[in-house]
């Protein structure tokens, strides 16, 4: 009998990494295949940066607190940041649709609603997509496509030195915390249908959660200043994940200063709500959509005016792996949780 081995025994990491590791590129126009936040494709002039991400029901999205319109803002957000995050400019989206019955044309209208508007903000042409059914929810694929025309620009995962400094944009936890607050009222409105949700106080949070942004400034202004991060990654996952990331493809290892993290009040203010350390929510919740990125210490000068950026770290040698500095002078091991979907 043929050995059955449950998806859980790799985690989605593991899993990306056993399937697709005798997958090698042949093309000479495949510069960047599998493995960084999006594939870079060499044309006759220019080079097109491409990347797509799922949205599945029930695991990434739950309908119950997720207004369709919202949905669809999101499913559009996230892969443009995935563009962003290699330095480069989104252009071109496809969309592809599973829908079971139970979604009328006024839902998906909605959702189309939400999409249409991301397209406006972030200046993106909807350009095809696919349409199909599903036995049971929704599922939702969207591909984002950007070009450039000096590769020297773009910015992977790999390309982190020892010595370069850490920076993160915005501030972290926020879409976690959201989260949180958003399952917790869930919970209360499931055991009493009476209890109406108290979601105003944490307005904010909620709609890091549901509604987030991609970093379109951060990648303008590098251009401005004429600078190249020497690797970059959006936080999907969360800091530790996403800056294990980094950590593996360049070769390096990272410490970061627990004091330098930034955190917006209301959200550490939710942590300590839900009894939760506020820089484990930090570390590790994900969809906060910021930008983790390295500079050469030469460089430094360069941000000392860019709004909403800060240092929180160095890369240092792969044999000191990544750490946690904390204020008390103690240093952790960091370890990254990411996400396990299955
Ligand atoms: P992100 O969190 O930035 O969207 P992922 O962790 O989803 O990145 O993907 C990491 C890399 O693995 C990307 O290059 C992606 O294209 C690739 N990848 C993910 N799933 C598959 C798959 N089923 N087949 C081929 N490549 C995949
Ligand atoms: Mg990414």
């Known amino acids: 009998?043929?050995?059955?081995?449950?998806?859980?025994?790799?985690g989605e990491f593991g899993l990306i990494d056993h399937l697709t590791k005798s997958i090698k590129p042949k093309l000479s126009s495949t510069i960047m295949a599998i493995g960084d936040d999006a594939a870079v494709i060499k044309n006759a002039r220019d080079y097109?940066?491409?990347s797509t991400d799922m949205l599945v029901e029930g695991?990434?999205?739950?309908?119950?607190?997720?207004?369709?319109?919202?949905?669809?803002?999101?499913?559009?957000?996230?892969?443009?940041?995935?563009?962003?995050?290699?330095?480069?400019?989104?252009?071109?989206?496809?969309?592809?649709?599973?829908?079971?019955?139970?979604?009328?044309v006024e839902a998906l209208e909605e959702l189309y609603e939400g999409i249409e508007t991301a397209c406006k903000f972030y200046n993106v042409d909807l350009v095809g997509g696919d349409t199909t059914s599903n036995?049971?929810?929704?599922?939702?694929?969207?591909?984002?496509?950007?070009?450039?025309?000096?590769?020297?620009?773009?910015?992977?995962?790999s390309g982190a030195k020892v010595g370069d400094i850490l920076c993160i944009t915005g501030s972290l936890g926020a879409a976690y915390l959201g989260l949180q607050i958003l399952e917790r009222e869930k919970q209360l409105f499931l055991s009493d249908e009476t209890i109406a949700p108290e979601l105003s106080k944490h307005t904010y949070l909620i709609e890091r959660q549901l509604k987030p942004e991609a970093n379109k400034?951060?990648?303008?202004?590098?251009?401005?200043?004429?600078?190249?991060?020497?690797?970059?990654?959006?936080v999907s996952d969360g800091l530790s994940s996403d800056l294990m990331h980094i950590c593996k493809q360049s070769d390096v290892g990272a410490f970061i200063e627990e004091a330098k993290v930034p955190m917006i009040e209301e959200a550490k203010a939710a942590a300590l709500e839900f009894n939760m350390d506020p820089i484990t929510c930090a570390l590790n919740g994900g969809e906060d959509?910021?930008?983790?990125?390295?500079?050469?210490?030469?460089?430094?000068?360069?941000?000392?005016?860019?709004?909403?950026?800060?240092?929180?770290?160095?890369?240092?040698?792969?044999?000191?792996?990544?750490?946690?500095?904390?204020?008390?002078?103690n240093i952790h091991p960091l370890r990254a949780q990411g996400w396990n979907h299955f």
């Open 1 to 10: 009998m043929s050995k059955v081995t449950d998806v859980n025994e790799y």
């Open 48 to 50: 097109s940066v491409i």
């Open 59 to 104: 695991i990434h999205f739950d309908v119950r607190y997720s207004p369709l319109k919202h949905l669809g803002y999101k499913s559009i957000v996230v892969n443009l940041s995935d563009i962003f995050a290699m330095n480069v400019v989104p252009q071109h989206v496809t969309v592809s649709i599973a829908i079971s019955s139970k979604y009328s």
């Open 135 to 157: 036995l049971k929810g929704m599922a939702l694929s969207v591909t984002a496509v950007g070009t450039t025309t000096d590769k020297e620009t773009i910015s992977y995962r």
């Open 217 to 234: 400034a951060a990648i303008e202004y590098f251009k401005k200043i004429s600078l190249v991060p020497t690797s970059m990654i959006d």
């Open 289 to 329: 959509y910021e930008l983790l990125f390295t500079l050469d210490p030469m460089d430094i000068e360069k941000i000392k005016f860019m709004p909403d950026v800060h240092i929180i770290g160095e890369i240092v040698d792969k044999k000191d792996k990544l750490s946690l500095h904390t204020p008390g002078g």
